[in-house]
């Protein structure tokens, strides 16, 4: 296991939890489109990529024939999979491995889902060629992530604040890069749309237990920011703020 594969384990494993009760994972309008995607398809085996815990998979199992829900974590895998029996969902499994490294053979499943999660894989192009290797024949992709602006000041903002909130992060990635790394993995974007996401300053350090001094640190950064990231963003006096989410969905 790599460092930074550690520091993912270490971060995510004690807050399994608090993922779970999050109302920012369990809510939100892409759920709709997931299951739409899935009508007609009660065979469809689907892997939940990067399942924290366990949103999606909770979510599109009643529509599925099959659910993989994979994650690196351990203690996230153990809270999917006790939350799916207390909920009757049979036919959802846990499966814990590396996203660069996918244990399915070629074409296992008609839909790769990905929630919250590319922002902390390590090598974003490897796990991307690995979906479309488990994908089969015109299988589908739906990606839904937290996406950087285009500008560089707003940029540094954003990535600067999410690693003082989460030692695990890696990157949030523009449209413009999801694009490319998509087509280059091989995968045919069909379409893409972003909304934004508003977070709660208090809720959102805690779910990570976010050490003092580094909460400290970008409530000082949010309030030495520019005018133009503080009206981007949408920083209010508490330091709760909007960032923008992408949906997007290709195909194989």
């Not at 709709?32 to 398809?41: C, H, I, N, Q, T």
């Amino acid at each position: 296991m790599s460092e930074h594969q550690q520091v993912v384990q270490r971060q995510f494993g004690e807050q399994a939890a608090a993922y779970l009760t999050s109302a920012v994972h369990a809510q939100g309008a892409e759920f709709a489109a997931l299951k739409e995607a899935l009508a007609g398809r009660a065979d469809a085996r689907v892997l939940d990529l990067g399942c924290g815990a366990g949103h999606v998979s909770f979510q599109v199992a009643p529509h599925a024939g099959e659910v993989v829900a994979y994650d690196l974590s351990a203690g996230m895998l153990e809270v999917v999979a006790a939350a799916a029996r207390e909920r009757g969902l049979g036919n959802v499994r846990t499966e814990q491995g590396a996203v660069e490294a996918l244990p399915f053979p070629d074409g296992r499943f008609d839909f790769v889902f990905s929630r919250y999660s590319a922002h902390h894989w390590s090598d974003l192009g490897r796990a991307l060629r690995e979906a479309r290797r488990v994908l089969a024949p015109s299988g589908r992709v739906a990606i839904i992530d937290v996406v950087a602006p285009g500008l560089p000041l707003l940029d540094t903002h954003l990535q600067t604040v999410e690693l003082l909130r989460d030692a695990s992060h890696v990157r949030d990635y523009s449209v413009a890069e999801w694009l490319r790394q998509l087509g280059d993995a091989g995968l045919q974007v069909e379409r893409h749309a972003c909304q934004r996401l508003r977070l709660e300053f208090s809720s959102w350090v805690e779910r990570m237990r976010t050490p003092q001094p580094f909460r400290e640190a970008i409530r000082a950064l949010q309030t030495a920011a520019s005018e133009e990231v503080r009206d981007y963003f949408e920083i209010d006096a508490e330091g709760s703020f909007s960032t923008d989410v992408v949906v997007i969905w290709a195909r194989r």
